[in-house]
């Protein structure tokens, strides 16, 4: 069953849900679009919003994170785990892209060993989905799966009907959320439809994936293709660190005089550095670190767990200094007759 | 295709997080080179000291509190379980740390990670060793395994070399072994040296000429890289298949559990899916990338 | 442009062309850099060709025929008296540039996205930006970025082939250094705390460091561990000492050519801090990279006349 709430009573729902959630919602401060705590009253950015510049995984894979704490006194070292965040987040607005990708997420933090950080969160938090009505240019997610107003993933998704948004009740913590509100009318449903339609056919970039795996498999050790791709690379870490469904990490000790913390912080696979060894780097040369990006994403991740790394948000191919695109990239794969080099 | 089973490998976590390591003990220090040292080691809970168990080919994230992680295998024998080893060359930051450590410091500990040595598939063959420098590390682990367990196993070759001797690592294994009249014992090292009686060759050359037969046997090779990518033609010169070659890979490895993807070859995490690979599987990765 | 870039390919005078193509997104460009002779048509002129295309000179082998606006021409200037490109090596096609147009700034001007604009022109002084059908004006000064508004030297002195009208130079520091004046006018205390709060965004992606040709180092000093001189994670207080040390490294040989901030995707003022290093370099030692061909790198000599007087 679904329900409505005008966009005039949303300022309310979120102080209702202030009072359980940690709300955030987003925010432009210094003209960065970013998922904030909600400062209990401006709803305007209903009006501005198209997407965040850094992904809602940095509230579950934070760019910098404690893992425990470590200190020493006359019998040894004590190892603490860090202060415990009971605090429950309420992620108000984030689009379905987005909310693909931590489910892609999932899939390797659940995998083998559990990451406590990562799923305590998780457990933790409620996702608010916020259907597009006005993709961007760079945007590709109905060729990845997902559409923008999917609520696959989300616990409410909320659909733009005008003065009013449609309130779609997916999970039992959605359901929790939207006592109290006013059901949807027959009218309401039909406005939906037609919303959703419209978004969906403003998406103008599309990418065929068909046989990507493959191709990428027989095209692995083409030097060529992958140099020429890897020409305009500058090896920064936008494309990896701003993406989603990224999740390299590194771990680092800051300490002093033996006391301190262990830290996990953001990595990327374009770093130069990143599988450094003490007698070689086999991956020294930047075509190598792009090709194992674009592979992991799109032939690894899939052979592993069945599903794409990629979710079409298109930040990537937005925030690239050197408008290096991913969708070009896949279609430029070449198709390679078995067996032939 | 993964080739995990993690659910049938001992774990051992601290505080009940995977990130979490024990606190050990150093109880002794062997100066192997000049640039290597094995720590035998214990951890501080005692009850986790009797309780521990792994596997040969397994590793463990070792930790210089303040300082960071490093990787190493555990290169004691699960069949000599009172106190646990591993070997440190000297190369960076961490590295350094451990060496400037004595005897009664405290590490972290986390592990065992990783997939082990398939001794199922080693029962009755003959076993070739072929190690170089620190790489004789994760194979002494195995092959001390063998050694308390003969019956088990049929011919063992150890072919084992380093640039000089005073490279030569473990010298009181080789030996021992050498001393073994079940074991043919092959030390070399790469160019002439004054003083020096034994074989002179490179690890690779040196094994084709002892040449042991592929019949029934499997190879296990570590060392470093380029040693293994010249060992592997010879062995399959003397008839080995590539599913009768066995290998460690390195990698820089930060998480050891497959989450950091630091690792990651094709769709395989080396701490999470090897260690331990054979020929075969390695040239099945989706990448050649190793 | 494209017939030049052609003809120096065919006739094996280069074995590379780096220049400018179309993006993949309306008002875009991106670097091309190509082998292949067919490529060339893809070379364009337009008034966003953003980038410092000397930035890639460090990474390829063999002789390169550039396309030039007045910045990259002085970084390359720089590159050649550091011995990390050869002169004869390169072919440079200068373009005269009248400015690049700053997409950000018309995003606020015009209160929309980049997205829903239909056309933007730029005519002399002016540009013109379409939108559901309409069209409105700005001054260019509005429009531009930064660093343009401050360019020194929009055509090239150094270059093989000129194409388009020479410009002259006619820098509008007042309005460019609009961010720095602000910074100058606070307090200590206030200053520090908003350098705190710009830090604080920045997620460590090393773009800064990555689109500017100054930065050329094999290994740079935060991928050092012994001694480790900034933590790899993205603390407020690494994120500085991170910033403070590339913009004193890049001392002599930035350009102010404004990559650095254009690129940040979490809009980090970057070039208040190179920039005003910039100025004190000009103040110091009285040298501005890449403006005299025939200058000695500015790090790398000693002048009888330095500043210092422990060195007297």
Redesign the interface.
């Known amino acids: 069953m679904n329900k409505k709430v005008s966009k005039k009573e949303i300022a309310q729902l979120l102080q209702k849900w202030g009072q359980q959630f940690n709300v955030l919602a987003p925010s432009r401060a210094s003209g960065v679009a970013a998922m904030a705590e909600w400062d209990g009253k401006d709803t305007s950015f209903l009006d501005w919003y198209r997407n965040t510049v850094v992904p809602p995984k940095a509230r579950f894979l934070p760019p910098m994170e404690e893992m425990f704490r470590f200190s020493k006194d006359e019998e040894g070292y004590n190892i603490e785990p860090p202060p415990k965040n009971e605090q429950k987040q309420l992620l108000f607005g984030i689009r379905p892209c987005d909310a693909r990708a931590m489910a892609i997420l999932d899939m390797t933090f659940e995998d083998a060993y559990k990451d406590p950080y990562y799923l305590e969160k998780r457990r933790n938090a409620v996702l608010v989905g916020l259907g597009c009505t006005n993709p961007c240019e760079s945007c590709f997610c109905t060729s990845m799966g997902t559409s923008p107003t999917d609520s696959t993933n989300v616990d409410i998704m909320l659909i733009d009907i005008g003065d009013a948004f449609l309130v779609e009740e997916v999970t039992d913590k959605g359901k929790e959320l939207t006592k109290g509100l006013k059901e949807a009318t027959k009218n309401d449903e039909t406005e939906a439809e037609k919303s959703k339609k419209t978004a969906y056919d403003k998406i103008t970039r599309k990418l065929n994936t068909e046989g990507i795996k493959d191709r990428l498999l027989e095209s692995f050790d083409d030097e060529e293709f992958w140099s020429r791709t890897a020409a305009k690379c500058i090896s920064c870490g936008i494309c990896t660190l701003l993406c989603p469904t990224c999740y390299c990490f590194d771990i680092n000790d800051e300490a002093v005089r033996g006391e301190g913390t262990r830290f996990r912080s953001w990595d990327s696979c374009g770093f130069a550095l990143y599988t450094k060894m003490p007698m070689e780097n086999p991956r020294s040369e930047k075509w190598r670190r792009v090709r194992q990006k674009v592979c992991h994403k799109y032939e690894f991740y899939p052979m592993a767990f069945d599903v794409i790394a990629c979710t079409g948000c298109g930040r990537c191919i937005r925030l690239c200094p050197v408008n290096w695109d991913i969708t070009q990239v896949i279609e430029s794969v070449p198709q390679k007759v078995k067996g032939a080099k | 295709m993964t080739i995990s089973d993690i659910e049938k490998r001992p774990q051992f976590f601290a505080q009940d997080n995977v990130y979490t390591p024990h606190i050990a003990v150093i109880e002794k220090i062997i100066e192997e080179t000049p640039g290597v040292r094995t720590f035998h080691f214990n951890f501080k809970d005692k009850k986790l000291a009797k309780e521990f168990r792994f596997e040969s080919g397994q590793f463990g994230q070792y930790s210089v509190f303040g300082l960071g992680e490093a990787t190493f295998c555990i290169s004691s024998s699960p069949t000599r379980p009172d106190h646990l080893e591993f070997a440190v060359q000297r190369v960076g930051r961490v590295t350094n740390a451990l060496h400037r450590l004595g005897v009664g410091a405290e590490i972290g500990f986390r592990g065992p990670y990783g997939n082990s040595f398939p001794l199922d598939d080693l029962k009755g063959k003959n076993l070739v060793f072929v190690g170089g420098g620190i790489g004789l590390a994760p194979l002494r682990s195995l092959i001390w395994n063998v050694v308390d367990n003969r019956d088990t196993y049929n011919k063992v070759v150890i072919v084992y070399g380093a640039r000089t001797p005073a490279d030569l690592c473990f010298r009181y294994d080789l030996e021992a072994w050498d001393k073994d009249k079940t074991i043919n014992m092959v030390t070399t090292i790469d160019r002439e040296a004054e003083g020096w009686t034994g074989k002179v060759g490179m690890v690779p050359n040196v094994l084709g000429e002892v040449a042991p037969s592929a019949k029934d046997a499997v190879a296990i090779v570590c060392g470093p890289p380029i040693m293994i990518r010249f060992t592997f033609p010879v062995l399959e010169k003397l008839g080995f298949r590539p599913a009768q070659m066995l290998t460690t890979l390195e990698k820089r490895m930060k998480c050891g559990i497959g989450k950091c993807g630091r690792c990651n070859i094709g769709d395989v995490y080396v701490c999470r899916d090897g260690p331990v690979f054979s020929y075969e599987q390695i040239k099945n990765f989706a990448s050649s990338e190793y | 442009m494209r017939q030049e870039a052609k003809a120096l390919l065919e006739q094996k005078k280069v074995d590379w062309i780096v220049g400018f193509a179309l993006?993949?997104?309306?008002f875009?460009?991106?670097?091309?850099?190509?082998k292949d002779v067919t490529d060339t048509e893809r070379l364009v002129i337009n008034p966003f060709i953003?980038?410092n295309l000397a930035?890639?000179l460090t990474?390829i082998e063999g002789r390169v025929g550039i396309v030039a606006k007045g910045c990259e021409s002085r970084s390359i200037v720089s590159l050649i008296q550091d011995n990390k490109v050869t002169r004869e090596d390169l072919v440079i096609l200068a373009v005269p540039c009248p400015g690049i147009i700053d997409l950000?700034k018309i995003e606020?001007l015009v209160g929309k996205?980049?997205?829903?604009l239909e056309d933007i022109t730029r005519t002399g002084d002016k540009v013109s930006v379409k939108v559901n059908g309409q069209k409105k004006d700005f001054a260019a000064s509005d429009a531009l970025f930064d660093h343009c508004l401050a360019c020194e030297l929009p055509t090239p002195q150094e270059y093989d082939i000129i194409l388009g009208e020479e410009r002259k130079p006619s820098p509008e520091t007042k309005i460019s250094g609009q961010n720095i004046a602000k910074l100058k006018e606070l307090t200590s205390a206030e200053r520090w705390a908003s350098w705190e709060?710009?830090m604080s965004?920045c997620?460590?992606?090393?773009?800064c460091?990555?689109?500017c040709p100054a930065c050329f180092c094999q290994r740079c000093f935060v991928?050092e561990?012994?001694p480790?001189w900034t933590?790899?994670?993205?603390?407020w207080q690494d994120n500085l000492i991170f910033q403070i040390i590339r913009t004193i490294h890049v001392a002599g040989r930035c350009t102010d050519c404004g990559?650095c901030e254009?690129?940040c995707?979490?809009?980090i003022p970057l070039r208040s801090l190179t920039r005003e290093m910039y100025d004190i370099v000009d103040e110091l030692f009285k040298f501005k990279t890449g403006m005299d061909k025939d200058a000695l790198p500015l790090m790398v000599h000693y002048e009888q006349e330095e500043a210092e007087d422990f060195f007297k």
């Open positions: 993006g993949s997104l309306k875009t460009t991106t670097p091309l850099i190509t953003t980038n930035n890639f990474g950000a606020r996205d980049r997205d829903e709060k710009e965004r997620i460590r992606c090393y773009t460091r990555n689109v991928e561990t012994e480790q933590l790899p994670m993205p603390q990559e254009r690129a995707p979490v809009n």
